[in-house]
């Protein structure tokens, strides 16, 4: 989520806004929510059904951003900021991800030191462990960088965690207990039950770096590995264990990325052996692709400008473009696009929910933010709001 001064630049970061959650107001729930209204026909492509909701009727202005299944009870967990420049109204929702109905809204509205990035912090990445009634979330432009736990029933905060710069994803390695959020220089990790911190990680090269997004792989009881990447050239790996109150690390392998300023979306899969890298602001090789076991650099894929979200599913890589409105599907064997889909512009996040069904979350409000001479294209007019999409696999 890195901070740029150009109005195009920060339009084509707009995926990562700095954004940070402020103290959560009482929750706006339903008895009985009724289902979402249908989000606009899209087309369906061979093989799959895309059907689309617009989530939170009043919410029209859109908003949406990230989101993740509560493993507890199968809810989607959903951020809203809007705008993206400078948010002043933002939300956390608890969504029935059948119906798409909005069970709990918790309002967020709290001044804070963003550094000049607007008047509020806002939450921006969300994550829900498997265990305790608590979401997690970072805030990477709130007072110098912060994380928050929050009581999933009351929207009370539980604790805020200070220094951590430019905080960005939030994982779990569960069978250790700990919590491991990205910043600056690396890693922070936390007890997840205690939420003391329990030691940081570092980058081992020089230069300029912001980490970002991780994938958390072979983890269980004796520790597990962390694939991390930034913003820029760093590209690590590395296995965590517990002895008590310390985390310790051992690195397995470290490189340079093929080009900077990917923006920092992960995915791994030890199937096959492979790590994707996005690289956003790259025109041709949207996605590099890596051995998972040795970091080796093995290929690139030509996904477009503005790749940015990716979802391992049904033994495939999906690809999200964020700016040019559609998503890949790659054989991870060969590396071809086998298929392109689209939901509508700005695909934003690609969530697995069921077995054959995953989550697009849409952030067409944003669409005014985009820098479209760099598209070269002419945006089509969109309907108000922002959606999600369910795509089945048949």
Do not use: C
Request: overall charge positive; charged content about 15%.
């Amino acid at each position: 989520m890195t901070f740029m001064t150009n109005r195009t630049r920060a339009a084509v970061l707009g995926l990562a806004a700095v954004l940070s959650f402020g103290t959560l107001v009482a929750p706006q729930a339903a008895a009985a929510p009724s289902p979402a209204l249908p989000g606009p026909a899209v087309p369906q492509p061979p093989g799959y059904t895309i059907k689309g909701y617009s989530v939170g009727v009043g919410d029209e202005r859109g908003g949406n951003y990230r989101g993740a299944i509560d493993p507890q009870t199968g809810d989607l967990w959903m951020t809203q900021v809007e705008p993206m420049s400078g948010a002043t109204r933002s939300n956390l929702l608890r969504i029935d991800p059948n119906t798409m109905a909005v069970k709990q809204r918790f309002d967020v509205i709290e001044p804070a030191n963003t550094g000049g990035h607007g008047k509020y912090g806002v939450q921006y990445e969300i994550n829900v462990p498997k265990t305790g009634n608590v979401v997690w979330t970072t805030a990477a432009a709130a007072n110098g960088g912060e994380a928050n736990v929050w009581d999933k029933t009351t929207g009370k905060r539980v604790v805020r965690l200070t220094n951590l710069p430019h905080a960005h994803w939030v994982e779990f390695a569960e069978g250790i207990r700990v919590a491991i959020i990205s910043i600056t220089n690396g890693l922070a990790f936390y007890d997840m039950d205690t939420y003391a911190r329990l030691g940081e990680w570092t980058f081992p090269s020089s230069g300029k770096k912001l980490g970002a997004g991780f994938a958390v792989t072979n983890a269980d009881a004796n520790g597990a590995t962390i694939s991390l990447t930034s913003y820029y050239r760093d590209l690590s790996q590395l296995r965590i264990t517990r002895s008590g109150g310390k985390v310790a690390t051992k690195l397995n392998w470290t490189t340079r990325q093929t080009t900077a300023e990917g923006h920092g979306s992960v995915a791994a899969d030890t199937r096959t052996n492979r790590l994707y890298v996005n690289n956003l602001m790259t025109p041709v090789a949207g996605l590099s692709v890596y051995d998972l076991t040795t970091g080796k650099h093995i290929t690139d894929v030509n996904t477009g400008i503005g790749t940015n979200s990716m979802l391992i599913f049904g033994g495939k890589l999906y690809v999200a473009n964020y700016f040019l409105g559609f998503i890949s599907v790659i054989d991870q064997k060969t590396f071809a696009i086998q298929q392109l889909m689209t939901t509508g512009l700005l695909p934003n996040h690609l969530v697995a929910w069921k077995k054959n069904t995953f989550l697009v979350i849409d952030k067409n409000s944003a669409v005014s933010e985009l820098p479209t001479s760099m598209m070269g294209m002419k945006l089509p007019p969109l309907a108000s709001g922002d959606y999600v999409f369910k795509v089945t696999k048949h």
